[in-house]
C-alpha cells in the first residue's frame, strides 16, 4: 500500500517537473526551472524510501523485476541530478534529461510488474549488488552524460543562432560542460567495465562459462566499446563540442538496448531469468 | 619535394595508428551487431531446433553457408579480433618512450623553458620577499606535503609538481590486460571440456568425465580428462510464491582422487581444481512399475524426465522398448474448466498425464496419481515413487587466472589513467630586479579548464607559504 502511494508521487512528481523543465527550456523561463527543482526533491526522498523499502524487505539489492529495475535505475539517474544540484545548481539543467527518462523508466516499470516479484534462485547470489550495483551506476552517469551532450548542443545553437547566451547563462560555459560531459564518461565507463567484469565471473558460477555470447552480453560488449571509442576520439584525436555532444547522446540508445531493448525482441537471451512479471 | 618512403614503414604507421584502432573496432561493432540480427546457432535450444530452422527458408541455409550463424568463431571475426591485438600490441610497445616519459620514469631531467612559462596566458605569478635560492626547499616540501612529486628542472630554478606521477603507466595496465584476456580466454577455450549429465537422486555415477554423461565440447589441448565419482544424496527445490526460490544438492564426490562432501546450489558450483559442476535445472525421477496381468512385478525402473515448466517429455519400455510413453506432469494437479493445470509447481498433488503407444497405436490416455495404474495390454504402469534428478553440466578448464588478472589490471589501469590522471605545475623562479619572483604553469590531462580553479587556489597557497604568512 506505502509501496503503491510512494510510486505514483514519484511519477506524478517526475511528471509536473518535466512539464516545467521542458516548458522552462523552451519558453527560456528560469523560474519554472527553480521550481522543477524543488520538485524533484521530494520525489527523490520518496523515491529513496521506496528504494530502501524493497532492499530491506527482500535482503537483495532491489533488481528483480521490471519495476525493481526502473526504480534502481532512475534512482542513480535523479541521486547524481540531485548531487549535481547541491554542489552548483548551474549544472542542473542535466534534469532537462535525466527527469523524463526516469519518469518513463518508472511508467515502463508499473506497467510491468506493479508489485513485488518472488526472488528466483538463479538471482540469488553477491555477484547481483555488484553487477547491478555498477549496471545502474553505469547508466545513471550515462544519462547524465546524454543530459550534459544535450545541455551543451542547446546552448551552443542559442549562441551561434543569437549570438547571445541569455537564459542559458545560468549554465556553465561550453567548455565546462564539455569536460562534466567527458568526466561523467569516465565514470560510466569504468563502471560498465566493472558491471562486464562481475557479470562474467558471475555467469562462469551461474552458466559454468564467462562468457556465452548472449544477446544481453553482445550489446553491454558493444556498447562498452563505443563509450571506449568515444574516449579515445577525445583524447586522441581531438573530438570536442557539438560533434561529440550529438555523439553522447546517441550512444545512450545503446546502454538502453542492452538493459532493456534485447529482453524485450530476443526471446533466447539467458539474461531473460524465471520468473516473468 | 616528396620523399618516397619504404612501404614497411608506412604499413607499420598505419597499423599502429589511432585511425586503425577506430576502424577494427568500428568492423567489430558491426559484426557483433550483425550477431544480433542473425540468429544464432548457440541460441537454439537444441539441434533439431536449429536444422528445422535451416529448413525453413534458403536465406537461413545461405547464412548458414557464409557461417554468420556461428560469428564469433566465424573466420571473419577472427580475422578482426587478430588485428585489434596487433594494433593493440604495438601501440602498446610504440608508447613505451613516451609513457616513462610522462610518467618521469626515464631518467631524463625534464626541460623547463622559463620563457615559454612566463608567457603562457595561462600562467600565474607573484612576487615572494625572500631570496631564489632559499625556496627550492620549501616550495618542494609544499607540494610534497599535498602528495606532489617533485622534479627538479634542466635549468636552474625550474621545477616540474606532478599529482598523479604514475598515471600513464595504466595505459599498460589497462592495454596488457586485453592480452591476459586473450591468452586466458584462448587458454580456456583450447582447454575446455563441457559435458551434461542428468544423476537422479541416490544415483552414483563413476567414470572419467567425458563417459559419464554426454559431451557437448571436448578439449583440444590437455585431452587427458580426470575421473569422476559422484554420488546425489539428496534433491531438495524450494519454492516462493509459485517461483523456484532455491535448489539444494548435496553430494558426494571424488574428482581427480580428491574427496568431498558437497552442498551445491544455483550460483554454487562444486569446484575441484579445473572441474567444476553447475548445476543447470531439475528433472523428475520416478520409480516405475510394471505389473503383469497376474500380479507380477516385471520391470521396475527409474525414468529421468525433465517434465518440470510444463514441458513434456517421453521415455520408453518392454523389452525391445516397444512401448513408448509421453508424460506431462501437473505437481499441483486441478482441473479447470476441463482443462488439466497445476496450481503451483510445488509437488502437493503430484499427477501424470500418459499417452502410452506401441507401434504407433495409442494404447491409453488419461491421468494417473502417484501410485495408481495406467493399464496397457493388461499390463500396469504405475509411478511409485517420486525422487528429482539434477541436471549438471561438467566443465574442465584452465587459463581462468590470466582472465581474472586480466579483469584486475583492465579496471586497476582504468582508474590509474581516467580517475587519477596527471596534474603537473611548471615552476620558475628567478631573482627580478631585487625581488624573487615565482611563476607557475599549470596543466591538467583530460580537464584543463577544471583545473583551472584548482591551480589558482594552489599558488594562492604557495604563496602564503613562501611569504611565511597563514
Known amino acids: 500500500m506505502l509501496d503503491t502511494a510512494l510510486i505514483w508521487f514519484c511519477i506524478y512528481c517526475y511528471a509536473v517537473a518535466t512539464i516545467l523543465l521542458l516548458t522552462g527550456f523552451v519558453f527560456s523561463k528560469n523560474k519554472l526551472l527553480k521550481i522543477a527543482g524543488f520538485l524533484v526533491l521530494p520525489a527523490f526522498l520518496a523515491h529513496t524510501t ?90 545513471g552517469s550515462y544519462l547524465l552524460v546524454s543530459g550534459f551532450g544535450l545541455l551543451y548542443v542547446l546552448k551552443d545553437r542559442r549562441i551561434r543562432s543569437e549570438n547571445a547566451i541569455g537564459f542559458y547563462g545560468r549554465f556553465p560555459a561550453l567548455e565546462i560542460i564539455d569536460e562534466l560531459m567527458f568526466k561523467f564518461v569516465i565514470y560510466g565507463f569504468i ?87 | ?41 548457440m541460441l537454439f535450444p537444441t539441434a533439431a531446433q536449429y536444422r528445422a530452422w535451416l529448413g525453413e527458408s534458403p536465406l537461413h541455409r545461405l547464412l548458414d553457408a557464409l557461417r554468420l550463424t556461428e560469428i564469433y568463431a566465424s573466420p571473419l571475426t577472427m580475422f578482426l579480433l587478430g588485428l585489434f591485438f596487433l594494433n593493440l600490441i604495438l601501440v602498446a610497445v610504440d608508447r613505451i618512450p613516451v609513457v616513462l616519459r610522462r610518467a618521469y620514469l626515464n631518467g631524463e631531467v625534464p626541460r623547463v623553458d622559463p620563457g615559454l612559462v612566463k608567457e603562457s596566458s595561462s600562467t600565474i605569478s607573484f612576487m615572494v620577499a625572500a631570496p631564489a635560492g632559499s625556496l627550492a626547499d620549501r616550495t618542494g616540501r609544499f607540494f610534497r606535503k599535498r602528495r606532489w612529486g617533485v622534479v627538479t628542472g634542466r635549468v636552474a ?15 599498460f595496465l589497462f592495454h596488457g590486460s586485453f592480452i591476459l584476456c586473450l591468452l586466458g580466454g584462448l587458454v580456456l577455450t583450447y582447454t575446455r571440456f563441457t559435458g551434461k549429465v542428468a544423476v537422479a537422486e541416490g544415483e552414483t555415477l563413476q567414470g572419467r568425465l567425458d563417459t559419464v554423461g554426454a559431451v557437448v565440447k571436448s578439449p583440444l589441448l590437455f585431452r587427458k580428462l580426470p575421473e569422476m565419482l559422484l554420488h546425489v544424496d539428496r534433491i531438495e527445490t524450494r519454492y516462493e510464491e509459485g517461483a523456484a526460490s532455491d535448489l539444494i544438492i548435496d553430494v558426494d564426490s571424488v574428482i581427480g582422487g580428491v574427496s568431498r562432501k558437497e552442498r551445491i546450489r544455483v550460483n554454487e558450483p562444486l569446484t575441484q581444481g579445473a572441474v567444476s559442476l553447475v548445476a543447470q535445472t531439475v528433472g523428475l525421477a520416478p520409480v516405475v512399475v510394471v505389473t503383469a496381468p497376474d500380479g507380477r512385478v516385471v520391470d521396475t525402473a527409474v525414468v529421468k524426465l525433465n517434465v518440470l515448466k510444463g514441458h513434456g517429455d517421453s521415455f520408453a519400455l518392454g523389452s525391445r522398448n ?32 500418459l499417452v502410452i503407444e506401441k507401434e504407433g497405436a495409442q494404447l491409453y490416455d488419461g491421468t494417473v496419481r502417484l501410485g495408481e495404474e495406467a493399464a496397457m495390454e493388461g499390463f500396469r504402469v504405475a509411478f511409485k515413487e517420486l525422487h528429482y534428478c539434477a541436471n549438471f553440466q561438467i566443465i574442465r578448464e584452465y587459463g581462468q587466472w590470466p582472465l581474472i588478472a586480466g579483469f584486475l589490471l583492465g579496471s586497476l589501469g582504468l582508474i590509474m589513467r581516467l580517475i587519477f590522471y596527471q596534474k603537473r605545475v611548471q615552476l620558475v623562479v628567478e631573482e627580478r630586479e631585487g625581488a624573487t619572483m615565482v611563476y607557475l604553469l599549470g596543466q591538467a590531462e583530460y580537464f584543463p579548464h577544471s583545473f583551472a580553479g584548482e591551480i589558482a587556489a594552489l599558488a594562492a597557497d604557495l604563496q602564503h607559504e613562501l611569504n611565511g604568512e597563514k
Open chain 2, 322 to 353: 516397444q512401448y513408448h510413453i509421453t508424460v506431462r506432469y501437473f505437481p499441483d494437479y486441478a482441473v479447470y474448466n476441463g482443462a488439466e493445470t497445476s496450481r503451483s509447481p510445488e509437488p502437493r498433488n503430484p499427477a501424470f498425464h
Open chain 2, 157 to 171: 630554478g625550474t621545477f616540474v609538481a606532478v599529482r598523479n606521477r604514475l598515471s600513464p603507466l595504466g595505459f
Open chain 1, 191 to 277: 563502471a560498465q567495465a566493472i558491471m562486464i567484469v562481475s557479470g562474467s565471473i558471475w555467469a562462469k558460477e551461474l552458466w559454468g562459462s564467462y562468457w556465452g555470447w548472449d544477446p544481453v552480453e553482445v550489446w553491454a560488449l558493444v556498447s562498452w566499446l563505443l563509450y571506449g571509442l568515444s574516449i579515445h576520439l577525445r583524447v586522441t584525436l581531438g573530438w570536442r563540442g557539438r560533434r561529440l555532444a550529438w555523439l553522447m547522446i546517441f550512444l545512450l540508445s545503446t546502454v538502453i538496448i542492452s538493459y532493456w531493448g534485447i529482453n524485450i525482441v530476443v526471446e533466447n537471451s539467458k539474461h531473460i531469468f524465471g520468473v516473468v512479471s
Open chain 1, 50 to 139: 521506496l528504494f530502501g523499502m524493497r532492499w530491506v524487505r527482500t535482503g537483495w539489492f532491489p533488481a528483480n523485476g521490471e519495476l525493481e529495475n526502473a526504480l534502481t535505475a532512475g534512482w542513480f539517474a535523479i541521486a547524481f541530478t540531485v548531487y549535481l544540484f547541491a554542489r552548483n545548481r548551474s549544472t542542473s539543467g542535466v534534469a532537462l534529461f535525466t527527469v523524463p527518462a526516469t519518469l518513463l523508466l518508472m511508467g515502463y516499470g508499473v506497467m510491468k510488474a506493479p508489485s513485488p516479484l518472488p526472488m528466483e534462485a538463479s538471482l540469488k547470489s553477491s555477484w547481483l549488488l555488484i553487477h547491478v550495483l555498477f549496471a545502474q551506476l553505469a547508466f
Open chain 2, 1 to 41: 619535394m616528396r620523399t618516397n618512403k619504404p612501404s614497411g614503414n608506412s604499413l607499420y604507421k598505419f597499423l599502429k595508428s589511432i585511425r586503425f584502432t577506430t576502424t577494427v573496432l568500428s568492423s567489430l561493432i558491426v559484426v557483433y551487431f550483425l550477431s544480433l540480427l542473425v540468429p544464432q546457432k
